[in-house]
């Protein structure tokens, strides 16, 4: 059974995110439990734009990849391949959809900018428009690259992005490139990258950080928003939110205070793209009947309160 502030997520949280963004400007992470859905069913809410298929948790330092995608499948025993038709339907609606590198847990680090070059080829090779015999999520090129880097050190992360974009460049294709810093700026692990590289995407994690999350209010928020928006002027930037208050220990926002209070403090600046959600797996509060009512309720129905009997 869905906690009431589940239920309060189902029933408000993501309609207003439609509301405020369009529907054009959410992103969310994907891929860490296997009752959060499909990638498709995911991307045929029409409520995203933006996933991260989540996570590498094993790359660079001589290391074999490790991809980590919790219940969904098995990558060593090829049956990850079949990912391929929902990477295909999710970019045929326009959603992006990007493989996120790193975590909370795993084991990565990127030793010198040689290994970069190595790593980088090998995303390309095996995610991105390159081509190799053994691609974990089958003949499907993902568009981007995510770097959710939550350990070890920030050494040559900015060489990992810059050998990215020169592969795309040399390729005459368009590598797009996100990342997932922690609100206290600058981040300690991704800064460096950040500064060497833009990015076109960056979703700032404002949770687990009672410094500058919505545990110091909305003031503490906009002030850290402004430094993050004024710093990474030629990136588009994100606000990330937990899902559900179980989705991390500090940052929850309540649906009305994030509609009412903050958006409208942040949402002026120039290079605000939207909302960022970790993750599916909180989104759909463990009932997906429920999250069926709150897709309706974002593409059909004017009001989260509206008594069309569509929007029950």
Not at 174 to 179: G, M
Not at 224 to 244: D, E, K, N
Request: proline share 5%; hydrophobic share 35%.
């Amino acid at each position: 059974m869905a906690s009431p502030s589940h239920l309060l997520l189902i029933v408000f949280l993501l309609p207003a995110l439609a509301g405020f963004s369009n529907a054009d400007n959410i992103a969310i992470y994907w891929g860490q439990n296997g009752n959060e859905g499909s990638l498709a069913d995911t991307c045929n809410t029409g409520l995203y734009s933006y996933v991260m298929i989540s996570f590498l948790t094993t790359f660079g330092n001589g290391q074999t990849p490790v991809l980590n995608l919790a219940g969904h499948c098995d990558p060593p025993s090829g049956t990850c391949t079949g990912l391929t038709a929902d990477i295909n339907q999710c970019q045929s609606q326009g959603i992006r959809v990007l493989l996120s590198l790193g975590g909370a847990s795993g084991s990565y680090s990127i030793s010198s900018s040689d290994d970069a070059t190595s790593v980088a080829r090998y995303l390309w090779h095996n995610y991105l428009g390159g081509s190799s015999s053994s691609r974990p999520l089958g003949d499907a090129a993902l568009d981007g690259i995510d770097f959710d880097i939550a350990q070890g050190t920030s050494d040559n992360y900015g060489y990992l992005a810059q050998s990215l974009l020169d592969l795309g460049s040399q390729a005459g294709t368009k590598v797009y490139l996100s990342a997932a810093p922690q609100c206290p700026f600058p981040d300690q692990l991704l800064g460096p990258a950040l500064r060497a590289v833009t990015f076109d995407y960056v979703w700032v994690q404002f949770y687990n950080n009672p410094s500058c999350d919505y545990s110091s209010g909305v003031s503490g928020v906009a002030g850290a928003w402004r430094t993050w928006t004024s710093s990474l002027q030629s990136s588009t930037v994100f606000l990330g939110v937990p899902a559900s208050t179980d989705a991390a220990g500090s940052g929850y926002i309540p649906p009305r205070d994030l509609t009412s209070q903050v958006l409208p403090a942040i949402q002026q600046t120039a290079n605000y793209g939207g909302i960022m959600l970790w993750s599916r797996k909180f989104a759909i509060a463990g009932n997906s009947r429920e999250f069926k009512a709150c897709e309706l309720l974002s593409s059909k129905c004017d009001s989260p309160y509206q008594k069309n009997p569509e929007c029950l």
